[in-house]
């Protein structure tokens, strides 16, 4: 399916840093919770995350992502997920975060 360029930019996705990860046992698949600050209008926000096979909870802290930030919440058990961080299968489809290649300010939007 092919779109347009106005389709794309309905998707708000942007970069923020982890500020805390959690354990989230009620979830159905192994996950996360994050807590995500993508600074100015936007302010932190919460998602659950199924990446826990790649990363510990320690080394996820301080690291930036993409995510769609302009989704509607999205109930997961007991769980609020505010934003949807973004991520691709490995080879054996376990999730490889996406985020940039070097540091760049929180909020920035993907164009």
């Known amino acids: ?16 840093t982890i500020l ?7 979830a ?7 807590t995500v600050d993508f600074g100015g209008d ?13 990363y510990a909870a320690d080394s996820l802290v301080g690291r930036q992502v993409l995510a769609v930030v302009n989704f509607p919440p999205k109930r997961i058990g007991p769980f609020t997920s505010e934003v949807l961080c973004l991520g691709v299968p490995d080879a054996d489809g376990a999730v490889v975060l996406v985020g ?12």
């Open 28 to 34: 159905r698949k192994p996950a996360y919770k994050l």
């Open 20 to 26: 805390a990860v959690d354990p989230f046992p009620e």
């Open 1 to 16: 399916m092919t779109i347009g360029y106005d389709d794309f930019a309905k998707l708000d996705i942007r970069v923020g």
């Open 100 to 111: 940039p290649e070097r540091a760049v300010p929180n909020g920035g939007q993907l164009y």
């Open 42 to 54: 936007i302010g932190t926000k919460r998602s659950s995350a199924q990446i826990t096979a790649l």
